[in-house]
């Protein structure tokens, strides 16, 4: 977030909004004191606030809103003296989901599941529009499902990809609206909109052998809503989608987000040759009912085309076979130009990974396992109709002469692509497009080591790789898995602004609440439900994304409202999970996901120390609960809750302490786990012990996601650091996932049986960059990034660290170098904080004069340096005279 721009609602451009309560920030480089709001709509005045103080958000209330409109606003900030700051910014109102057009499509429904794989063009829908006069402003609102792309006259609006927003569309359907004033003209405008099947319309694969999606999912045949509204100086005039509106075939005879696209390139070319739809013969689309969801404007970031990657190497497999490999691995889509001489299909075979023998090896993508053997007598099915192997794949009938392929409604996680139906000489250029939600970069961490900034990289493509709209595991599922964001969600929130993302998954789960007001496994919620609490809902660990995750938002975004909001579905919730208590909500987890040394038994039954973890979640959701009830002033819900907090953590002392003052089964997740929950008032006896266990271990991490994401979290508090950094060097560990070099992270360490080859769950060191390394850590009680401690780790042989985090409040940037025996500390903090402090080792408290210190514990010391913006020192453990 620059220091000289407004947002809106968390969003600095294309804001919509439908909502009353309209939440604006800012950030200023001096100290303020006073600033006012101001919002206009066609040059007059709607709202006035003027406020004494040194808040930089303020959320407008009451301000009564018309639809499709746009609103100016207009925040001054005063300082000291004369100092004052002007940000301006706009949004545009939706149509507050009452849509005066009808739901159309081309009336094609499915008679049973095996129809799906039969191929059948996708549709177009279009509609010309006549236009007396110039227009002053003109909007769209429009949902199209699954997924949609909208042209006017011919023009693309927008380089949105794979749009429309995933949800649970009987609870809520998220519209776009945008400004189109510039694409239409006085006369005669066409419009078309192309549709494909994404989440609305999802084969009926059998995931895993068992889960039918289109038994789970709200789904129907594609489908359109839009309103065309166009103010003119006298009077506005709405085109709104009827039967009027025509369907025209389009070129995909098949598009499945898992399984891939085939596309006829003849009749794509003439469409594209002829965009307006003006000479395409059509039928009138049909009126249809589409699903029960509210419709609410969407407001999160899109996804979108990010850098190409050009092919590696290409190598002849033989007579028009082809093997491309890019080099590392892409979440997105391939760009092919090629000549062809026939008619004859072109395939495109994606892969993370191949055999020794060069073969391509698709297990890790197959979506839901579908088609893989998982023992001598059993390959997952697929159900009626399915391929035999649910592999990405791609196909096309090429015209005569030169063909390009580019992915449209389906993305791909490959490094390796394998072509069938093309000679070497013919393909004319291939590429690759990262296709992901853009999140906004607010964080950036560098250091003298090579292979720690490399981690760094990693970690961010693995995380964007699996980020559509959901946060995702892998391609492999495409689920939004909570367990997977509780674990990657503090090094998610320093590394990309996430608010607006949050926002929606937090609306998702609590969409997809079940009847017994638990929350699902993953949201949208499609069947899975491992080791849940009963009626769908899902283990303790991945129901904890929701309050979880709603800290976090607190904590760096400080969004009080949706507390408010979402805490009745967290009361009831809980009561849920008090209703079954323990110790038999001990059994109702997946525990510590992914470790490396699991307890015996089946997969699912296979974390250490599982009853415990469980137990220790369930004692967090009280604890979490307790916090949010007295973060909005209710007190005597607060004091309750937490009665019920401490009595779950005696019953988790009385049920799994061990006599020797360790816990359950004294594996390293069980004492960090007892020591995340601070299960014991002095913690130093289980920090060693924990030490202990991983030094015998020789220094290798064996705890799973959980366990991982907080220890990282704890390192820099617990004194813990220099493990850490041996645990990122060892060969067994994440520098295992690399060695291939395809540039992201895998599912599990080792030799990865059966994980995907692009899987962000492991990536949670981030963490430890940050907090560690750099030394930024956002208090645990911070409000909008409020309040920050700077805990730099000086490792003995990194020379020079840079760390920064756009946070709320403005830049937090802490540098340190060594110069012989002399460290160099620079800081830089922003104005307006309630508190910054600074912790070194006190060895260096010789180095401090003009900043008053006291002891932080017996091996720092603090320093206040809340109103200092930006701080030099030399830190010198030997006093120079």
């Given at each position: 977030m620059s220091t000289k721009q407004l947002t809106i609602n968390d969003k600095l451009h294309a804001v919509v909004t439908d909502r009353q309560a309209i939440n604006v920030s800012w950030q200023v480089d001096f100290t303020q004191y006073r600033y006012e709001v101001n919002i206009y709509h066609q040059g007059k005045a709607l709202y006035f606030k003027s406020k004494f103080g040194n808040e930089n958000t303020h959320c407008v209330e009451g301000l009564t809103l018309k639809p499709s409109c746009q609103y100016h606003v207009e925040v001054v900030v005063y300082g000291d003296a004369e100092s004052f700051r002007v940000f301006?910014?706009?949004?545009?109102?939706?149509?507050?989901?009452?849509?005066?057009?009808?739901?159309?499509?081309?009336?094609?429904?499915?008679?049973?599941?095996?129809?799906?794989?039969?191929?059948?063009?996708?549709?177009?829908?279009?509609?010309?529009?006549?236009?007396?006069?110039?227009?002053?402003?003109?909007?769209?609102?429009?949902?199209?499902?699954?997924?949609y792309t909208l042209y006017i006259n011919g023009q693309r609006v927008s380089e949105?990809?794979?749009?429309?927003?995933?949800?649970?569309?009987?609870?809520?359907?998220?519209?776009?609206?945008?400004?189109?004033?510039?694409?239409?003209?006085?006369?005669?405008?066409y419009v078309a909109v192309e549709l494909a099947n994404g989440w609305y319309n999802p084969a009926p694969l059998t995931l895993f052998g068992k889960y039918n999606l289109r038994d789970v999912l709200a789904i129907g045949e594609p489908k359109l809503l839009a309103d065309i509204v166009i103010h003119h100086a006298q009077h506005q005039q709405v085109i709104s989608t009827d039967d009027s509106w025509q369907v025209v075939p389009g070129a995909y005879l098949a598009n499945n987000m898992y399984l891939g696209e085939r596309v006829d390139l003849k009749r794509a070319s003439e469409l594209a040759a002829d965009l307006t739809l003006n000479h395409q013969p059509g039928k009138p689309a049909t009126l249809c009912q589409g699903p029960e969801g509210s419709l609410i404007p969407s407001f999160i970031d899109k996804i979108a085309l990010g850098k190409n990657v050009e092919a590696f190497a290409i190598t002849e497999l033989g007579p028009k076979h082809l093997m491309v490999d890019f080099g590392e691995t892409v979440s997105g889509f391939i760009d092919a130009q090629f000549y062809s001489d026939s008619t004859?299909?072109?395939?495109?075979?994606?892969?993370?990974?191949?055999?020794?023998?060069?073969?391509?090896?698709?297990?890790?993508?197959?979506?839901?396992?579908?088609?893989?053997?998982?023992?001598?007598?059993?390959?997952?099915?697929?159900?009626?109709?399915?391929?035999?192997?649910?592999?990405?794949?791609?196909?096309?009938?090429?015209?005569?002469?030169?063909?390009?392929?580019?992915?449209?409604?389906?993305?791909?996680?490959?490094?390796?692509?394998?072509?069938?139906?093309?000679?070497?000489?013919?393909l004319e250029h291939i590429q690759a497009f990262y296709a992901h939600t853009q999140l906004r970069e607010v964080g950036h961490f560098e250091c003298s080591n090579y292979y720690l900034n490399d981690l760094y990289q990693i970690a961010k493509t693995t995380k964007l790789n699996n980020i559509h709209s959901v946060i995702e595991d892998c391609a492999r599922e495409r689920l939004a898995y909570g367990g997977d964001m509780v674990a990657l969600a503090d090094s998610q929130v320093l590394m990309f602004d996430s608010a607006t993302l949050y926002q929606k998954t937090l609306a998702d789960f609590v969409n997809d609440v079940r009847d017994n007001g638990g929350f699902p496994e993953t949201a949208p919620f499609m069947g899975i439900k491992s080791n849940g609490t009963g009626e769908g809902a899902g283990p303790l660990g991945w129901q904890l994304a929701v309050p979880y995750l709603l800290k976090m938002h607190h904590r760096h975004y400080g969004n009080q409202q949706l507390i408010e909001q979402w805490i009745p579905s967290l009361e009831a919730q809980f009561s849920h999970l008090e209703s079954i208590g323990l110790p038999a909500i001990s059994e109702c987890c997946l525990g510590d996901w992914g470790s490396s040394t699991p307890s015996e038994g089946d997969y699912k039954q296979s974390s250490p120390a599982r009853a415990f973890t469980a137990s220790?979640?369930?004692?967090?959701?009280?604890?979490?609960?307790?916090?949010?009830?007295?973060?909005?002033?209710?007190?005597?819900?607060?004091?309750?809750?937490?009665?019920?907090?401490?009595?779950?953590?005696?019953?988790?002392?009385?049920?799994?302490?061990?006599?020797?003052?360790?816990?359950?089964?004294?594996?390293?997740?069980?004492?960090?786990?007892?020591?995340?929950?601070?299960?014991?008032?002095?913690?130093?006896?289980?920090?060693?012990?924990?030490?202990?266990?991983?030094?015998?271990?020789?220094?290798?991490?064996?705890?799973?996601?959980?366990?991982?994401?907080?220890?990282?979290?704890?390192?820099?508090?617990?004194?813990?650091?220099?493990?850490?950094?041996?645990?990122?060097?060892q060969k067994q560990g994440i520098s295992h996932m690399l060695k291939d070099n395809n540039r992201a992270l895998k599912e599990f360490f080792g030799d990865n049986n059966n994980g995907s080859c692009n899987h962000a769950m492991f990536s949670s060191y981030v963490s430890w960059l940050y907090r560690s390394l750099g030394g930024i850590h956002i208090c645990d009680d911070a409000i909008g990034a409020n309040k920050v401690l700077i805990k730099p780790y000086f490792a003995s042989d990194i020379s020079h660290?840079?760390?920064?985090?756009?946070?709320?409040?403005?830049?937090?940037?802490?540098?340190?170098?060594?110069?012989?025996?002399?460290?160099?500390?620079?800081?830089?903090?922003?104005?307006?904080?309630?508190?910054?402090?600074?912790?070194?080792?006190?060895?260096?408290?010789?180095?401090?004069?003009?900043?008053?210190?006291?002891l932080y514990d017996e091996k720092h010391i603090q320093l206040d340096i809340t109103d200092i913006r930006e701080l030099n020192l030399k830190l010198n453990s030997v006093l120079v005279h």
């Open positions: 301006t910014n706009s949004f545009m109102t939706g149509n507050f989901g009452r849509f005066q057009g009808r739901w159309i499509s081309n009336g094609h429904t499915l008679n049973n599941d095996s129809d799906y794989y039969t191929p059948t063009h996708n549709v177009w829908m279009k509609k010309t529009l006549e236009i007396e006069d110039a227009a002053e402003s003109a909007y769209i609102h429009l949902v199209g499902l699954g997924y949105y990809q794979l749009n429309n927003d995933w949800s649970n569309y009987d609870k809520v359907v998220y519209y776009d609206t945008f400004d189109i004033t510039r694409y239409l003209k006085p006369g005669t405008n004859q299909q072109v395939s495109f075979l994606y892969s993370e990974e191949r055999n020794l023998d060069g073969r391509l090896n698709t297990d890790s993508t197959l979506a839901g396992f579908v088609g893989k053997q998982v023992s001598e007598s059993f390959v997952v099915p697929g159900g009626a109709g399915a391929p035999e192997r649910a592999a990405q794949l791609d196909a096309c009938l090429p015209q005569i002469g030169k063909n390009r392929f580019i992915n449209q409604y389906c993305y791909h996680s490959f490094r390796y692509v394998e072509i069938k139906g093309i000679e070497l000489t013919k220790c979640f369930y004692y967090y959701h009280a604890q979490l609960l307790a916090e949010f009830e007295q973060c909005i002033g209710r007190s005597d819900k607060a004091d309750g809750y937490q009665i019920k907090a401490n009595n779950i953590k005696q019953q988790i002392k009385h049920l799994y302490r061990n006599p020797d003052g360790s816990y359950a089964d004294k594996s390293q997740t069980s004492y960090i786990f007892a020591i995340y929950f601070e299960l014991e008032p002095e913690l130093q006896p289980l920090i060693d012990e924990l030490l202990n266990v991983i030094e015998r271990n020789h220094y290798i991490l064996t705890c799973g996601i959980f366990g991982q994401s907080f220890i990282y979290q704890l390192a820099n508090k617990i004194d813990v650091n220099a493990v850490i950094y041996k645990w990122l060097y660290v840079s760390c920064c985090y756009q946070s709320m409040k403005g830049l937090i940037h802490c540098e340190w170098k060594k110069e012989n025996e002399k460290i160099h500390l620079s800081l830089s903090i922003p104005h307006n904080m309630s508190q910054c402090t600074l912790v070194i080792p006190e060895k260096y408290k010789n180095s401090i004069c003009d900043i008053n210190f006291k």
